[in-house]
């Protein structure tokens, strides 16, 4: 089985930077969507930021230009790196991989959605404060 494993999350002020990490246990197929996703307190869990098996990358819009999204398959390793905080970037934040095509996985959007993940991870929490 699978496993997904978070961590870095940490509470820092605005502006500030976090760079997360999510270690994968295994992969079981060579291609593949990996993904950053949050859920903020009372808000629907959402996508932030996508890799694929290729190495494309995609982001959300509130987060582009401020998070980048990068792997390190040898080391099995799926990394966040958030700068220029905001207090809206709080949340939990989950690591999660769906296998198979790409063009499958992405075909409804560069974020793949919620239902397409086949594992996630338990989440790391960040907190952002003005």
């Known amino acids: 089985e699978v496993q997904l494993v978070e961590s870095g999350g940490d509470s820092v002020q605005a502006g500030g930077s976090l760079s997360l990490s999510c270690t994968i246990s295994e992969y079981t197929d060579t291609q593949y969507v990996m993904g950053w996703f949050r859920q903020a307190p009372g808000k629907e869990r959402e996508g932030v930021a996508a890799?694929?098996?290729?190495?494309?990358?995609d982001y959300a819009r509130s987060v582009e230009g401020r998070f980048t999204i990068s792997q390190d398959n040898a080391e099995k390793i799926l990394y966040l790196q958030m700068n220029s905080l905001k207090p809206e970037d709080t949340a939990m934040y989950y690591c999660?991989?769906?296998?198979?095509?790409?063009?499958?996985?992405?075909?409804?959007?560069?974020?793949?959605?919620?239902?397409?993940?086949?594992?996630w991870g338990q989440g790391t929490l960040v907190t952002v404060s003005s």
């Open positions: 999660a991989v769906a296998w198979g095509p790409w063009r499958a996985i992405q075909a409804t959007g560069p974020i793949p959605t919620l239902d397409a993940m086949d594992t």
């Open positions: 890799i694929d098996s290729r190495g494309g990358v």
